[in-house]
């Protein structure tokens, strides 16, 4: 899988420096996309435990960023995939998932559960809805946006 054209107008890092994050900024974000529900010390934490790590800066501004989470070589998931949506449709989340992905070569399974109405984007770089995933939902809100009715 390769990687899409980074932007020369917008700083890529890969695992940086997890303490220079501003996490009141990235708990902004999560807002501004209507993920709510995120403290910023627990996000930190979340983040710090994550296998891969990467954020897209606009000058010293995050406008995406995401996450692996797994075990370090069989299982892993991307989590958090967050673009600030003043900067979509600029490729941005397709770099996030595609580099990523890209450093989980080898692994037996990697995944990852989509925010409603984002299927067709993952689709179309060639993710495959999976027949054999569960959730144990978290709540109302879960049950509704992500298990089938019954």
Same mark, same amino acid.
């Given at each position: 899988m390769?990687?899409?054209?980074?932007?020369? !107008?917008?700083?890529?890092?890969?695992?940086?420096?997890?303490?220079?994050?501003?996490?009141d @900024?990235?708990?902004s974000?999560?807002?501004?996309?209507?993920?709510?529900?995120?403290?910023?010390?627990?996000?930190?934490?979340?983040?710090?435990?994550?296998?891969?790590?990467?954020?897209?800066?606009?000058?010293?501004?995050?406008?995406?960023?995401?996450?692996?989470?797994?075990?370090?070589?069989? @299982?892993?998931?991307?989590?958090?995939?967050v673009?600030?949506?003043?900067?979509?449709?600029?490729?941005?989340?397709?770099?996030?998932?595609?580099?990523?992905? !890209?450093?989980?070569?080898?692994?037996?399974?990697?995944?990852?559960?989509?925010?409603?109405?984002?299927?067709?984007? @993952?689709?179309?770089?060639?993710?495959?809805?999976?027949?054999?995933?569960?959730?144990?939902?978290?709540?109302?809100?879960?049950?509704?946006?992500?298990?089938?009715?019954?």
């Amino acid at each position: 899988m390769n990687i899409p054209t980074e932007n020369p !107008n917008y700083n890529y890092k890969l695992n940086p420096n997890l303490d220079a994050i501003d996490w009141d @900024y990235v708990i902004s974000l999560f807002y501004k996309i209507e993920w709510k529900h995120r403290k910023a010390e627990e996000i930190a934490a979340a983040f710090k435990n994550s296998t891969t790590t990467i954020f897209i800066f606009n000058e010293d501004k995050i406008i995406a960023f995401g996450r692996v989470v797994g075990d370090g070589r069989y @299982y892993a998931q991307l989590a958090d995939i967050v673009v600030d949506p003043d900067f979509q449709g600029q490729g941005l989340g397709k770099y996030l998932v595609t580099t990523l992905n !890209n450093q989980l070569i080898d692994y037996h399974f990697v995944n990852l559960s989509a925010a409603p109405g984002a299927d067709t984007f @993952y689709k179309s770089m060639g993710w495959k809805k999976q027949t054999t995933s569960f959730i144990w939902p978290q709540g109302p809100k879960q049950l509704r946006q992500h298990c089938e009715k019954e």
